[in-house]
């Protein structure tokens, strides 16, 4: 079982940036992808972003390319999500999960975190 504890969100204007946190215990983080995710009330979680174990791989969902960069220190068992240029559709809460590969392949845990609201005006 994995601990996700996910920080950094907040009320930005529509151009901003925020950049959120996942700290992950309880498991080996350095071994797995890990991803990035987020919710809007009512509606399913969709994927945002993954980086494989090592952090020489990176994936993004089409709405987020070239916005946003995920990142990870595994020194510090932490993987980052920098958001820019941020839009009033990216307004959800985000929520970080661990891969069950090392490298991106869909499969995620069930250990989700609370996540991270991230609010963006226009």
């Known amino acids: 079982q994995v601990q996700l504890v996910e920080s950094g969100g907040g009320l930005v204007q529509a151009g901003g940036s925020l950049r959120l946190s996942c700290a992950a215990s309880?498991?080996?983080?350095?071994?797995?992808?890990m991803g990035w995710f987020r919710q809007v009330p009512g509606l399913e979680r969709e994927f945002v972003a993954a980086?494989?174990?090592?952090?020489?791989?990176?994936h993004y969902a089409d709405s987020v390319k070239g916005r946003f960069t995920i990142s990870r220190d595994n020194a510090k068992n932490t993987v980052y999500l920098q958001m820019n240029s941020l839009k009033p559709e990216d307004s959800a809460v985000y929520y970080c999960?661990?891969?069950?590969?090392?490298?991106?392949?869909?499969?995620?845990?069930?250990?989700w975190g609370k996540g991270t609201l991230v609010t963006v005006s226009s």
């Open positions: 999960n661990v891969d069950k590969a090392p490298y991106y392949s869909g499969s995620f845990t069930d250990d």
């Open positions: 309880g498991r080996t983080f350095s071994t797995y992808a």
């Open positions: 980086i494989s174990y090592n952090g020489d791989s990176t």
